[in-house]
């Protein structure tokens, strides 16, 4: 008993000293684990608190509610040019920084976008056409034929085919002109589609018609685009919206078996071939299926009568409102034009236009983001990016920057110098920029020009860009309906000197 008593009274002793002895180790292991917490907490961008995963709840949540661009503005706002939210439970970085964007563009391993692969399915785009196609087998068979279609020797007939449009549709205004008031938006939308028929189709079609289906489809785009797994499990939520997309594809496949039959009827092949039909031959030796033709060719056509009419809008509306620049774009287009009509060798020689239309998508940029998902692990302007993030460039706060005299206003002296890629970005850059730029400034020149040529512009009761109520999700556009979006247009041989 003796011998027991003494044996746990040396226990007793030891335990102590054993304590003592671990805690110095535990206590500097816990130290070590929080300063190392610390560290890595300041090194990572700034934004909402993960919280027990409430953050990312509740971030995913504003995406939702807000629209893409609004949230995005909500974030830069509140937190600076580079912050770290959560999309789909997936960590996604929002960057208006000019510098860490500019790389973004330019880098090879931020070549693909992100969104729910289910949505995308819905409206075709999974693994089809070119904007959202994440796969780069596919992408490197068909941007060529886009490319082939957009640049070099096609972009002769561009300025041509511009005139002809605009002024077929200013001849037919009253047909969208109520008590005075030209619905702009629609004259537009109706041009653009036209020039896209006449340069990549070349078939007869029901411009109404397809300009409701397509705004039927971007809305649907846009709407499923975020949407959480959960959302497509119950198919009465998103049927609508697959049969917007599957009615615009069903367009798109009937004009194709309407071009394989003018084809199948010419006796000869022009030699330049347009874009429809550099798709039917790819289709035909075997380098994509029908899905991709169609796919690609309703995104050809829905790419203009759904961003460039807007930014068409927006350019005419800022015109309007500043009677200084229209009359210094009239001056100048009697100087390199007068009496004639718009041609290829006057475009160079019109400066002020293009830095009306740069300043007007520096200010109210229709595409204000840009989607990317990281490819690969990155460090971008000290932030440390791992593989699989997600990333959207938030243009149009971008383009507010302090580079530009004037970042606040719209004015052309932001456009009097040379302006660096990096603080200007309308059009991306880099392995997946948009390969339609060099068309669209062509097209938009033009067209304004051409209406420039016959009307003066007005606003309608002196309303301007700021006050239209805007949705801004996938893109920026004016929300629809909405009064008082029409615009007068006077006769330039009617109006006040």
């Known amino acids: 008993m003796i011998g027991i008593l003494s044996s746990v009274q ?74 770290r939210v959560w999309i789909m439970g997936e960590e996604t970085l929002i960057i208006s920084r000019p510098s860490a964007a500019y790389n973004v563009l330019k880098h090879a391993g931020y070549c693909s976008r992100f ?18 196609n994440n796969n780069p087998d596919s992408v490197k068979q068909i941007r060529p034929i886009f490319m082939k279609a957009l ?24 047909q969208v002109t109520d008590n005075g008031q030209v619905n702009v ?3 537009a939308r109706l041009i653009v589609l036209d020039i896209n028929n006449k340069l990549f189709l070349r078939v007869p079609l029901d411009e109404n018609e397809i300009l409701g289906k397509i705004q039927n489809y971007f809305d649907s785009w846009q709407t499923l685009l975020l949407k959480p797994h959960l959302f497509f499990k119950f198919s009465w939520l998103y049927k609508k919206h697959e049969e917007n997309a599957q009615e615009l594809r069903m367009s798109m496949k009937n004009l194709i078996m309407k071009k394989r039959q003018s084809i199948a009827e010419s006796e000869k092949l022009e030699e330049d071939t347009d874009f429809a039909t550099d798709l039917i031959f790819a289709q035909d030796h075997g380098d994509l299926t029908s899905e991709n033709v169609c796919q690609c060719l309703l995104e050809m056509m829905i790419a203009a009568p759904d961003t460039m009419s807007v930014s068409l809008y927006f350019i005419f509306m800022l015109i309007a409102q500043h009677p200084d620049v229209q009359e210094g774009l009239i001056e100048e287009i009697k100087t390199v034009s007068g009496d004639n009509e718009v041609e290829n060798s006057d475009l160079p020689q019109m400066k002020l236009m293009e830095s009306c239309i740069n300043e007007a998508m520096r200010y ?12 690969e692990d990155n460090v971008i302007d000290g932030h440390y990016i791992k593989k699989g993030t997600n990333v959207i460039l938030n243009i149009k706060r971008m383009n507010r920057n302090e580079f530009f005299p004037k970042p606040n206003e719209f004015s052309l002296q932001n456009f009097e110098t040379a302006v660096p890629n990096r603080y200007f970005q309308p059009f991306g850059s ?8 060099h068309i669209a400034m062509v097209m938009m020149k033009v067209i304004t020009a051409t209406l420039l040529k016959k009307y003066k512009l007005h606003t309608l009761d002196g309303r ?34």
Not at 152 to 164: D, E, F, H, K, M
Not at 470 to 492: G, K
């Open 10 to 83: 040396s226990i007793t002793e030891v335990i102590p000293e054993v304590i003592a002895g671990s805690a110095a180790p535990l206590i500097f292991l816990i130290l070590a684990l929080i300063v190392i917490w610390n560290c890595k907490f300041r090194s990572s961008p700034p934004g909402p608190s993960f919280c027990m995963g409430i953050g990312p709840i509740v971030s995913y949540i504003h995406f939702l509610w807000k629209g893409i661009g609004k949230a995005c503005n909500y974030y830069n706002d509140k937190y600076g040019e580079f912050v």
């Open 185 to 187: 938006l629609k004259l």
């Open 115 to 132: 969104g729910n692969e289910f949505g995308l399915q819905c409206v075709g785009m999974r693994e089809n056409g070119i904007i959202f």
């Open 430 to 437: 880099g392995p997946r920029a948009c390969v339609g730029k």
């Open 464 to 497: 301007t860009v700021d006050d239209i109520k805007n949705i801004n999700n996938l893109s920026q556009h004016p929300e629809e309906p909405q009064s008082r979006l029409e615009m007068i247009f006077i006769a330039r041989r009617k109006a006040n000197p």
């Open 151 to 174: 640049t070099g020797s096609r972009l002769q007939n561009v300025t041509a085919v511009s005139v002809a449009s605009t002024k077929a549709y200013l001849e037919r205004l009253d």
């Open 364 to 375: 109210m940029p229709v595409v204000d983001i840009i989607m990317r998902r990281a490819m």
